[in-house]
Nanobody
């Protein structure tokens, strides 16, 4: 069973930075496609960024040039470095993965979607 635990959320002024972390338990980390998805209450979930087992990455247009997704296999940890944050980045951020990775697709997604999810960490950006 896969277990994902996010951390690193918080409140930051617009223009600031945060780094989210996601520790993944289980044996699926190295071969998985993993990513970050965010959601604002009342709105649909938005894929933000994803990275596959070959370290190929993909981003939503709204975060390109500001966010960087990365992973550290030795620590079973996924990261999201968020720079130049904007108020519209305010959301609950979820770590997610597809253990049977078929790679990434456009717009910050895994090709086969996300199948396992963490509980989320809140990011609030104020002006």
């Amino acid at each position: 069973q896969v277990h994902l635990v996010e951390s690193g959320g918080g409140s930051v002024q617009a223009g600031g930075s945060l780094r989210l972390s996601c520790v993944v338990s289980g044996n699926t980390f190295k071969g998985a496609c993993m990513g970050w998805v965010r959601q604002v209450p009342g709105k649909e979930r938005e894929s933000v960024a994803a990275i596959d087992s070959d370290d190929d990455t993909t981003y939503a247009d709204s975060v390109k040039g500001r966010f960087t997704v990365s992973k550290e296999n030795a620590k079973n940890t996924l990261y999201l470095q968020m720079n130049n944050l904007k108020t519209e980045d305010t959301a609950m951020y979820y770590c997610a993965l597809d253990p049977a990775s078929y790679g990434i697709s456009s717009g910050g997604n895994c090709y086969n979607g996300f199948h396992d999810w963490g509980q989320g960490t809140q990011v609030t950006v104020y002006s």
